[in-house]
């Protein structure tokens, strides 16, 4: 992959049990990588996250659900 080109990662949540309060994940990313804000408001308005935030220095990408019913995937 060359300079300036885009990398997508899909990263699915499935709750195969009973409900769950918040859930979150963490992904690490390499400190060359830069973050599209506007893809992960898409997300938000999309209801596939419910909030994220992003670490200082960029490296860290924390995504949040506020409750996931049984059986529901986003």
Do not use: H
């Not at 709750?15 to 769950?20: C, E, F, L, M, R």
């Not at 309060?21 to 898409?42: A, H, K, P, T």
């Not at 960029?58 to 409750?67: D, E, R, V």
């Amino acid at each position: 992959m060359g300079v300036g080109n885009s990398q997508t990662v899909d990263i699915a949540v499935a709750n195969n049990g009973d409900a769950q309060g918040m859930l979150i994940s963490r992904i690490s990313l390499s400190s060359c990588y830069d973050i599209d804000m506007n893809q992960l408001e898409i997300l938000q308005d999309r209801a596939k996250i419910d909030n994220f935030e992003i670490s200082a220095d960029k490296t860290l990408l924390t995504l949040y659900w506020t409750y996931l019913k049984e059986g529901e995937q986003k």
